[in-house]
Nanobody, 123 residues
Framework: QVQLVESGGGLVQAGGSLRLSCATS????????MSWFRQAPGKEREFVAGLSWSGNTYYKDFVKGRFTLSRDNAKNTAYLQMNSLKPEDTAVYYC?????????????????WGQGTQVTVSS
C-alpha cells in the first residue's frame, strides 16, 4: 500500500520559513517524480513545484527564488523548503507522486497523494 505523509506545516509570520516533508512508503521512491500542490480556501488546487527522479526541477513563477525542492532517496522522503513566506502562500500543501520521467503540473496525472499539511502565513 502506497502512503505519502506530509509534515512540517504550521503558522509562521510573513518573511519566515518552513520546511515541509513528504515521507513515502510502498513505492520505488527513487523512480518517482515528486511534486507539491497547494489549495487555498475558495481556490482551486494549484501546482507549486516538482522534482523528477533524475533531478530536474520545475517551479511556478510565484515561488521561484523562495522555495527549494529536495529529496533523500535513502529516506524515501521529499522536501519543500519555503523561505520568505507571504500571506498569499497560505494553503493546504499536498505532495504527490508520479511515475513519469518528466514533471507535469497536471494533478490528475499523479497517482498518489498525501493528506495535506496546513501552512498559514500571518501578515
Amino acid at each position: 500500500q502506497v502512503q505519502l505523509v506530509e509534515s512540517g506545516g504550521g503558522l509562521v509570520q510573513a518573511g519566515g520559513s518552513l520546511r515541509l516533508s513528504c515521507a513515502t512508503s510502498g513505492l520505488t521512491f527513487s523512480r518517482y517524480t515528486m511534486s507539491w500542490f497547494r489549495q487555498a480556501p475558495g481556490k482551486e488546487r494549484e501546482f507549486v513545484a516538482g522534482l523528477s527522479w533524475s533531478g530536474n526541477t520545475y517551479y511556478k513563477d510565484f515561488v521561484k527564488g523562495r522555495f527549494t525542492l529536495s529529496r533523500d532517496n535513502a529516506k524515501n522522503t521529499a522536501y519543500l523548503q519555503m523561505n520568505s513566506l507571504k500571506p498569499e502562500d497560505t494553503a493546504v500543501y499536498y505532495c504527490a507522486a508520479w511515475a513519469g520521467i518528466t514533471i507535469t503540473p497536471v494533478g490528475n496525472e499523479y497517482a498518489y497523494w498525501g493528506q495535506g499539511t496546513q501552512v498559514t502565513v500571518s501578515s
